[in-house]
């Protein structure tokens, strides 16, 4: 009924309210407003531990003077920049600017290193903006249908969408899926310490006030991604950021470099991935609570099973098809967030929670009939989400030159600001002065850990996935007393769990038969098993 609606008569008048609420944007006051946005979002994002949540929550009490969809939509703005602008320090310093950045650090720095660095840049700047772009373009036209796809989902349903992902994870550790396959248990384990989420009770926490809470992965990314790097240059004595594109960029980053819209090699290149990204992360962002990190987790591990061998087998190494993956997908899954949020009430990650307290603080309630009773309300922010998605797109010129400077920065002095900035960030998430040693003791672990050839991105991966699944894999044990065929008597979970299992365990017994392989081979046990 509702793609009735939608394919029917709806779409006119979607259309109509639409160009409504860019009347309504492009007011004086409101251009102002999304200017601030812009600005304050990419800021955000683009320093490392200052991320999106952290300044929407700085700017939610200053929206209570204002008109709900002048604040709200201020609000809305500065999560989409600040989702963007998260790639820019992922690639110059492989200290992701923000969580949903996390994914492009594993190509869009060694892109840097390989003297790649407009090229980079550049891929980030169009894939954020056509994600965000397909993803908004699905939150105007679908919302309703992706809100009844989402309120008919329960636990079973998310856990084994988590469960796919975290399967997924064997793909990143191409060339040693065990160690990739451990790491990622490790993270796991990491989830779990802390509060139990469903009774409270204390585990692991050693009689520990810090490990109460948890640890939190802020400190954790920063430090593994940012302070193990800064380690690395100090013993090696590299240059941080390489050519920035001459000298060593492919025909792609000579046909971006500095352009204001791609080039029809880019649309040729990244179709694919930019189509599918696009749709997938706009419904893992509806999924409430996955939010866009969980977006570019799963669209990196989607793009490199939608490119030619030659090129999967690269990805990690520094190519630009693992910058578009993720940047496609969280950037969508940006706008997908707004979905549960506004038709059911439900925050779809945590920037969109603090959204829904701006909602409350301004007497609006979301939920099934906020589009009918707030219209404009409703219709201004789409038109701002568009609006943003589309200038971060036309921002790409002066973004590339603005930070293509960076690498006039003396070596010691960048490294300072990189330190000061992972300190900073690692304190301010929670101000404890604890986080400061994880942060301190995780960089030194992920120094060792990548000389060993330990990649240290599914530990991440594990430690960010595994707090959203156990909620809602033992919730749904409780309502099923215990009878884990609950998972399979649901369609959608069954066949979740069903290509998790294949995912996971065909790469696993693929790789342990060529370690098998090459053991016989050093022994000579192949002639002798002839």
Known sequence: MVVDTVA????PLIIQD??????????????????????????????????GTMTVVLMVPITYAMAPDSGIMMLAVIYAAAVYAGSISAILFKVPGAPEAIMTTLDGYPMNQNGQLREAIST??????????????????????????????????????????????????????????????????????????????????????????????????LGVFAFSEVLKQIQSGGSLIGGGGEGGGSDLSQATSGSMFPPLSYFKRFGRIIGVNSVMGTIVGVLPGAGATTGALFGYTFGQRLVPKSV???????????????????????SGAFVPLLTLGIPGSATT???????????????????????????????????????????????VRLFLQV???????????????????????????????????FGVAAYYLEKYNYSVAPMVIGLVLGPLAEPSLRRSLTKAGGDWMVFFQRPVSAVMITLAVLTFFI???????????????????TELEQ
């Not at 029917?8 to 779409?11: K, L």
């Not at 894939?127 to 965000?132: I, L, P, R, V």
């Not at 790469?507 to 046990?525: C, K, N, W, Y």
């Open 312 to 334: 999967r087998e690269k990805f990690g190494s520094g190519v630009p098809e693992g910058v578009a993956a993720p940047e496609t997908a969280n950037n969508a899954a940006a």
């Open 124 to 221: 980030a700047v169009f894939a954020s903006a056509f994600g965000g772009i397909v993803g908004t373009l699905i939150l105007i036209f679908f919302s309703p249908l992706l809100a009844e796809f989402a309120i008919q989902l329960s636990d079973p349903e998310f856990f084994a969408v988590i469960l796919l992902g975290l399967a997924l994870v064997s793909t990143i550790g191409a060339g040693n899926i065990t160690k990739a396959t451990m790491m990622m248990c490790f993270g796991l384990f990491l989830g779990v310490f802390g509060f139990d989420p469903l009774t409270g009770v204390p585990r692991f926490t050693f009689e520990s006030n810090y490990l109460a809470s948890g640890i939190d992965f802020i400190p954790v990314i």
């Open 353 to 399: 929670a603090v959204i829904l307290a701006a909602f409350i603080l301004h007497g609006i309630r979301p939920g099934p009939s906020l589009i009918d009773q707030q219209g404009p309300l409703v219709y201004t922010i789409f038109a701002a989400l568009l609006l943003a998605n589309v200038a971060i797109l036309l921002l790409n010129k002066p973004v």
């Open 18 to 51: 639409l160009i409504a609420g860019f009347g309504n944007v492009l007011t004086p006051f409101n251009m102002f407003l999304f200017a601030i946005g812009i600005t304050l979002g990419m800021m955000s994002g683009a320093i490392p531990g200052l991320n």
């Open 407 to 441: 690498r006039h920065i003396p070596r010691e002095l960048l490294l300072s600001l990189i330190v000061i900035f992972t300190v900073v960030g690692a304190f301010a998430t929670r101000n404890i002065m604890a986080d400061l040693w994880t942060m301190f003791i």
């Open 8 to 11: 029917s008569g709806a779409v």
């Open 507 to 525: 790469p696993l017994i693929m790789d342990s038969t060529q370690f098998g392989d090459r053991i016989r081979e050093q022994f000579g046990l």
